[in-house]
């Protein structure tokens, strides 16, 4: 019995040393296995945590700037620096910038550099104060004055970085103070300045987190030094670590790994079970983590409001494109669109509004491009496309006209029909084409030419365009010369003729330039770049001055003025006129604005009210170019417009026999049913005179009567004139 009793306690033994074994080498691997996932765990949620707060410390040196120029770029900011206004400037920039912003440091720098207001934790300080930042800070205001001075177009250029000052880690921003309006003049790169010094302080640390959602943390200038925090470096644009962003790191792994550690004591079936759970439970944490992984990559790289790719997507995707082009592949094609009349859409019905016609234009870009093509949103109104085009510009141009019609139809958008367009520029590239910025310049110019042309059009880039964007250039930089320096603008007068052609009844306004070096430059190179830089409100107000001192000294006879649609949107534009009438002399009655179809056409609402207040102050409307645009009866009825210029287009054929005079004859029969005046322009020849006076035409005006005279000859000839009427009676 003791042998088999004994053979039976090996027996158990053995199967209890086995049962141990194999539940010891379970709860080992089990454990073990419990250890790696949590430590894997750890390790990925650390990581998106990290990635999530450099994106948070990156953000920062754009959010700084956005802020300082929701100040800096005014009419008043610029008055009251250039006037050390410092009570204005304690409450628009030190008080508001450090209670709203938390700004802790604010400085107003005159042209010359000089301190012209200097705040600390939004009190005023003497603006002395700001000499003991000046040597840390210098080298950002002349980097900005360098930038300022080489110009821009659409937005001011800004300094932002991270550094250490009084051996505190902090961001320092720089930027123009500009005028909003452009009234306010001031010389490129002799701005005032603006500068903001933000103390990454535990009150920032706090702003960072809510804005940007991130982990709990603060900024330090050492490393941590708390076991188990984690720290991100914080480093200036030239790669040096000015301080750290420490914060405890979530731990997801390590907790769940505390959860299940009670499980061990249970029994192996139990155990066993458990060990399924937990690794059910494990793979639906690692995929939570790995689609929130996704979805932060997803995140980064697509617009929010379209769901397509956004700038950085696209960049990545073409960089990718153009390094696997080869000489057997199909051409690729860039095509850069960009919305028209958008603002328009943005100003009358909100921002809402803008926000889903934006999403609609994408749905409707998506049914048009074709499968592998890449349809990403820039920014704002921009989309681009790529596309491999096998049969060259001919397809791109197909795909083109495809987007420009499917656009041009009307978008309901809350409610209302939203029209807009779109201009396209687009450039092909070859097997040899690897520089993606120079393709993205190129389809930029492009674009301008599409815009510059009509708008709601595509244009396909060619080496011309370099040059002609270089001409722009140079016609911009004179043109702003010219206005700040006398002597090279100058106003023509067209003499307006009566019904008999013998009479004159007043002259259209028209600017003229002559170049020191270029000689005289025609009106045709350089309006449009002058309306496309916001140039053309002081060319305006230019030639309507000359105008009204012109029809001052002849009271009684019409002076017509072209008015531009950014004079119209310029909400202070009539109050102008008036001031301007009533320096000069001139009566209203004898003033007459020219506005065209499309002024009507895009900025209905604003051209009404405006031309509603000249004529309560007697001021004259005439709609100029009648007939080239979208000319329609309800124009005439709708709008209280005294004129309508027949376009010298139809003039010319009259007598020609190509058809234009039943036309001419439909508008000049319309106008007088109306009770409104007719005036024929571009008259060259006798028998169109003969045949406009036949049907009816109120007023003449061209190269039969007169060219354009220079203020003295057209004093000379009304005075004689006057002279002849006085001797025949």
Excluded at 284 to 290: V, Y
Aim: aromatic share 8%; glycine share 8%.
């Amino acid at each position: 019995m003791s042998t088999r009793i004994k053979s039976r306690r090996t027996l158990s033994m053995l199967v209890m040393a086995t049962f141990l074994v194999v539940f010891a080498s379970t709860a080992l691997i089990f454990g073990g296995f419990l250890l790696w996932s949590a430590g894997q765990i750890d390790a990925d949620a650390l990581q998106r945590q990290t990635l999530s707060i450099r994106h948070a410390v990156e953000a920062q040196l754009g959010t700084v700037p956005r802020q300082q120029q929701s100040v800096a770029i005014r009419d008043d900011t610029v008055i009251a620096a250039r006037d050390h206004d410092t009570a204005r400037l304690a409450t628009d920039i030190g008080k508001w910038m450090f209670s709203y912003f938390g700004h802790d440091e604010s400085y107003v720098l005159s042209s010359d550099d000089a301190p012209a207001y200097a705040a600390i934790a939004g009190r005023t300080q003497p603006p002395a104060a700001f000499e003991k930042r000046r040597n840390v800070l210098q080298p950002f205001i002349g980097a900005l004055r360098s930038a300022a001075s080489a110009g821009y177009v659409d937005e001011p250029p800004y300094i932002a970085d991270y550094l250490q000052i009084d051996s505190r880690p902090a961001i320092i921003s720089v930027t123009p103070i500009i005028s909003d309006s452009g009234n306010v003049g001031q010389p490129a790169g002799r701005e005032a300045v603006l500068v903001s010094v933000v103390y990454l302080d535990a009150e920032f640390g706090r702003r960072m987190i809510d804005h940007n959602m991130t982990g709990i943390g603060r900024f330090s200038t050492g490393r941590a030094t708390t076991p188990g925090e984690a720290a991100f470096p914080v480093q200036s644009r030239s790669g040096r670590i000015v301080g750290f962003f420490e914060w405890q790191p979530y731990r997801p792994g390590s907790d769940l790994l505390q959860r299940t550690v009670a499980a061990a004591g249970l029994t192996l079936v139990i155990f066993a079970l458990l060990v399924l759970v937990l690794m059910h439970r494990l793979r639906r944490a690692l995929d939570a983590l790995e689609h929130k992984r996704r979805d932060a990559e997803r995140q980064a790289s697509e617009d929010p409001l379209t769901g397509l790719p956004n700038r950085l997507s696209f960049d990545r995707e073409f960089e990718a494109r153009l390094g696997s082009l080869k000489l057997r592949d199909a051409p690729l094609a860039l095509l850069m669109l960009d919305l028209d009349r958008f603002k328009q859409v943005n100003d009358t019905l909100g921002h809402n509004a803008g926000d889903e016609l934006i999403r609609s234009v994408a749905d409707r870009l998506r049914q048009i491009v074709e499968p592998g093509d890449i349809l990403a949103r820039l920014g704002g109104d921009e989309f681009a496309i790529l596309h491999y085009c096998y049969s060259g510009s001919v397809e791109v141009s197909a795909l083109a006209s495809r987007i420009v019609d499917a656009i041009a139809r009307p978008f309901r958008v809350l409610g209302s029909d939203a029209f807009v367009g779109v201009s396209i520029g687009f450039v092909i590239a070859g097997a040899t084409d690897h520089d993606s910025r120079e393709l993205s310049r190129k389809a930029d110019i492009a674009l301008y030419e599409a815009k510059s042309g009509g708008r709601n059009r595509a244009a396909i880039y060619e080496e011309e365009m370099d040059e002609l964007v270089q001409g722009r250039h140079t016609i911009e930089a004179e043109l702003r010369e010219a206005l700040r320096v006398p002597g090279q603008l100058w106003v023509a007068f067209q003499p307006l003729c009566s019904q008999t052609g013998s009479t004159i009844v007043g002259a259209e306004a028209l600017v003229r330039w002559t170049h020191p070096r270029l000689g005289n430059i025609a009106p045709a190179r350089f309006i449009g770049i002058a309306e496309s830089t916001g140039l053309i409100e002081p060319l305006g107000e230019f030639v309507l001055r000359r105008a009204a001192q012109f029809g001052a000294r002849w009271p009684g006879r019409t002076v017509a003025v072209n008015i531009s649609p950014a004079q119209l949107r310029n909400p202070g534009f009539a109050e102008r006129v008036f001031d301007i009438l009533a320096e000069t002399g001139m009566a209203p009655a004898d003033l007459e604005m020219e506005i065209t179809e499309s002024i009507l056409l895009e900025h209905e609402a604003m051209a009404l009210d405006a031309i509603r207040s000249f004529r309560e102050a007697g001021v004259r409307i005439a709609l100029d170019d009648f007939g080239t645009g979208y000319s329609s009866l309800n124009y005439l009825k709708r709008y209280p417009v005294d004129r309508i210029k027949i376009d010298r287009s139809f003039v010319s054929q009259l007598g020609t026999g190509e058809g234009s005079e039943p036309i001419v004859q439909a508008m000049v029969t319309l106008a007088h049913a109306l009770g409104i005046e007719v005036t024929a322009e571009g008259v060259e020849t006798q028998e169109q005179f003969r045949i406009l006076a036949a049907m009816g035409c109120n007023t003449f005006q061209g190269f039969l009567f007169s060219a354009p005279l220079t203020v003295g000859d057209m004093a000379t000839l009304l005075t004689d004139a006057a002279q002849a009427v006085a001797e025949v009676a």
